[in-house]
């Protein structure tokens, strides 16, 4: 078991509301919740982490990132900081897994972090746009990577990754007999599921993976 600094296992504060609400307002969930109990969204602790953990597996399987993960820490240290990614050159980060792009992209992240041209500390108080705009300024983070960070670092309860193919993958496969699914399509179906968009994502991706991810 990792330590409690690491991984947050406490349940979100609204979570069991938000159950609440989508097994009443949505038939698919109220059939696939009750087959997840005893877990929630957790996070791995530190900003800089979650968003390390986010470039790092980018278009890669949840075992990959994982696989890599493991030599990066090994490289950086087992609690990667700014100043550790940046003591470690490019050439470094890629002796550790990390593609040419992916290593220059952490390290413009512990740039960004180094110099403070990002303010993780208000982050917490922030509309979730807000926090959007202020790390996509960071090479390598797209919109879905800043709403991974929403979801996992800041559990922000209402976050719809309609860029994320697991989450469309679900939706297609649930909602519309494994037909494609357009984003507009998605999002129709996500109306019932205001103001809780980011737990009826969490089981719809366990619906596929019983794994939890964690960022």
Known sequence: MSSS?????????YWDDAVAHLVKRDRIL?????????????????????LARAIVGQQISVKAADAVWSKFTAAVGKRPSPAS???????????A???????????????????????????ASMPDEDVIDELVAIRGIGRWTAEMFLIFNLQRPDILPLDDLGLLKAISL????????????AREVSLAWQPWRTVATWYLW???DPIAVQY
């Open 5 to 13: 600094a690491e991984i947050s296992v406490a349940k979100p504060d």
């Open 30 to 50: 109220k059939k696939l919740i009750p087959q997840h109990p005893e877990v929630w969204l957790t996070s791995r602790g530190t900003p800089f982490i979650t």
């Open 85 to 95: 990614v940046l003591k470690t050159d490019v050439a470094g980060l890629r002796a």
């Open 97 to 123: 897994g990390l593609s040419q792009r992916k290593a220059e992209y952490v390290q413009d992240l512990a740039l960004h972090f180094s110099e403070r041209r990002v303010h993780p500390e208000k982050w």
């Open 174 to 185: 649930h909602y519309f007999s494994g037909e494609p699914v357009s984003r507009f399509e």
């Open 206 to 208: 366990r619906s596929l």
